[in-house]
């Protein structure tokens, strides 16, 4: 997957895409990474990207005419057909989740622009975007960390990146649960033993005592999401377990 980040910061990435994960992903030949500084498209002899809001109210904003030349120079550095979706990453974005990493991880190039300052000209987002997100309910300085969540999370879900065939399918929210505990040696640490049933080998026990766990820790933390999750009967009988046994202990 070809990405193309658009920003003021291009050094912010630096680090965080070569660990770990990105690293290999761009070894790897999975992520081809084009970090792009929208200072170079200024044609001003400052360099200048920004300027004061009409109508006052104070802070800056960024230009539509440099940013819309970035953009569209970036576009068509590659011959993608269709043309890549161009997302601003911006607080007032639709809110980024599973669905959309899955989403954006079947497009083979992505353009991402890393809003600054108090925003954007309107106009950058009628003439050259055609997505916005967000990556939750808070707002942060710039959209650089927004775009490596976003990048990060939607190269999970585009195969071949981890190792375990098809362990993407095991993440949280994967199913719509949150995923459950997990144990590995010592047996016993400080007192606290891991679960017998983990020791047994039994898989399709194990199984359920994980589903078991999964769901437990969902019901715990995050009942909104067991609103959406595909449930089997027996899954939902034990919903309906975990409701019983919250009642009794307030009795
Ligand atoms: Cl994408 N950008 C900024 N600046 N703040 C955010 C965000 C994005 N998502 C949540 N907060």
Partial sequence: M???VLTLFPNMFQSPMNE?????????????LHLHDIRDYSHDKHRAVDDTPYGG???????????????????????HQPPPPVILMTPQGRLFSHDVARELAQHPRLVLVCSHYEGEDERVRQLAITDEISIGDYVLTGGELAA??????????????LGAEGAELRDSHADGLLEGAHYTRPPVFRGLE?????????HAQIEAWRREQALRRTWERRRDLLRKAKLTEAE???LAKFAREDAQRLK
């Fill in 194 to 202: 891991v679960p017998q049933v983990l020791q047994t080998g039994n």
């Fill in 148 to 161: 490596m969540v976003v990048i990060d999370a939607t190269l999970r879900q585009v195969g071949g990146l």
């Fill in 20 to 32: 770990s994960m990105m690293w290999k992903a761009k070894e790897t030949g999975l992520l081809d």
């Fill in 2 to 4: 070809r990405i193309d």
């Fill in 236 to 238: 939902k009988y034990l």
């Fill in 57 to 79: 109210g104070g802070g800056m904003l960024l230009r539509a005419d440099v940013l819309v030349y970035a953009i569209e120079s970036v576009v068509a550095l590659g011959d």
